[in-house]
């Protein structure tokens, strides 16, 4: 398997679980997707920060439907671990109301669910025309709550990945592969 580096001294080569070209080849056709199922629409890109940075700006590259973008922050409790605790919070709002148009909430990973039907659900009291969701990676088996993506990258297992977006204590985000966190890494 390939691996990368990091430019920090106390990690080691990292194994590359997906690479910058077979993102960028997977994102080329959720964004086809996307293109032909809003055809003729205008869309609100919605980000989920800080993850999701880098998947939405590739993706909306991909997307040739009239679309802007919004931002969004949530804050999960026990972040920067491997486990969720149940208890999401909204750290900033959105900035334009939502009522009445076609949201696509892009997100880099849906793991237990929490995140994403706590967003849903926010998101839905304010009416908008169609709801959907792009998720990058998807982890099936620790779903907590019921909810799937309209848009999947990969259906991953229960891995810990970092890179592209995903962190580890805020680290790693800037990796421009996905690789996996070594199991003893600090
Ligand atoms: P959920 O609410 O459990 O679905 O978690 C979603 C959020 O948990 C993601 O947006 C990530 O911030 C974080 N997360 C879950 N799994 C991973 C992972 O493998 N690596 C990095 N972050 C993760």
Known sequence: MATTTYPSPDTKALEVLYTRDQ?????????????KDLAGEKLVMVGVLKGAA?????LARTITVDATF????VKSYAKGSRTSSGAVKLIKDLDEPIEGKNVLIVEDILDTGLTLAYLRKLF????????R????????SRRIEQIEADYVGFAIPNLFVIGFGMDYSERYRNLPDICLMPPDAV
Request: proline share 8%.
């Open 70 to 73: 919004d931002f969004v922050a």
């Open 23 to 35: 993102i960028a080849e997977r994102i080329r056709e959720m964004g086809e997707q996307i293109s």
């Open 54 to 58: 880098p998947f939405l700006a590739d």
């Open 133 to 140: 969701i792009a998720a990058l990676l998807d982890k099936p």
């Open 124 to 131: 839905l009291a304010h009416h908008p025309k169609t709801l």
